[in-house]
Nanobody
Framework: QVQLVESGGGLVQPGGSLRLSCAAS????????MGWYRQAPGKPRELVAT???????TTADSVNGRFTISRDNAKNTVYLQMNSLKPEDTAVYYC?????????WGQGTQVTVSS
């Protein structure tokens, strides 16, 4: 069984920064993809960024140039550095681990960008 524990959300002013972390534990395959999705009130969940165990990344156009995804394979942890935050970035951010045969979601962490 796989468990994901997220941290780092909170309240930040526009233009500020936050760093999200997501640590995976349990049965982790060496080849996998980790990433972040987000869901704002009344909107569908959307992809933010992903990173493979080999280091290949994808980033949504809406956050490209502001958000950076990275990972520490030794710690089975993925990070999302969020800079130049905007009010429209306000959402619950969910970590995901995609492995052969299964996907696991984190519980979500709230990010609120407001003055």
């Amino acid at each position: 069984q796989v468990q994901l524990v997220e941290s780092g959300g909170g309240l930040v002013q526009p233009g500020g920064s936050l760093r999200l972390s997501c640590a995976a534990s349990g049965s982790i395959f060496s080849i996998n993809t980790m990433g972040w999705y987000r869901q704002a009130p009344g909107k569908p969940r959307e992809l933010v960024a992903t990173i493979s165990s080999g280091g290949s990344t994808t980033t949504a156009d809406s956050v490209n140039g502001r958000f950076t995804i990275s990972r520490d394979n030794a710690k089975n942890t993925v990070y999302l550095q969020m800079n130049s935050l905007k009010p429209e970035d306000t959402a619950v951010y969910y970590c995901i681990l995609a492995q052969p045969m299964a996907r696991t979601w984190g519980q979500g962490t709230q990010v609120t960008v407001s003055s």
